[in-house]
Nanobody, 123 residues
């Protein structure tokens, strides 16, 4: 079983930066694509970014492109989401997903999910 854990959320002022981390553990024999989603109460979950296990195939929807960067850490099945120039509308719970196939993550069908980490952008 794969266990996904996010960290790094918190309160930040508009224009500030945060770096979220996500680690998928439990199956070191598997190379996983990983990705990020976000969701506010009462709203649909929104895809943010994904990265293949090799570090390629990055996708960013229009709202975060140029401000958010997904990357892989040196540790196996661990990724970061660097968020710059944060705006109040970026306030959400951010969820990490993992799967063997990046396209499944893009469509919200990743096999493994974390519990989420809260990001609040406010002055």
């Amino acid at each position: 079983q794969v266990h996904v854990v996010e960290s790094g959320g918190g309160l930040v002022q508009p224009g500030g930066s945060l770096r979220l981390s996500c680690a998928a553990s439990g199956r070191p024999d598997r190379d996983l694509a990983m990705g990020w989603f976000r969701q506010a109460p009462g709203k649909e979950r929104e895809f943010v970014a994904t990265i293949s296990w090799k570090g390629g195939n990055l996708y960013y929807p229009g709202g975060v492109k140029g401000r958010f960067t997904i990357s892989r850490a040196s540790a196996k099945n661990t990724v970061y989401l660097r968020m710059d120039n944060l705006k109040p509308e970026d306030t959400d719970v951010y969820y990490c997903a993992a799967d063997e196939w990046a396209p499944k993550i893009v469509h919200g069908e990743g096999e493994y999910w974390g519990q989420g980490t809260q990001v609040t952008v406010s002055s």
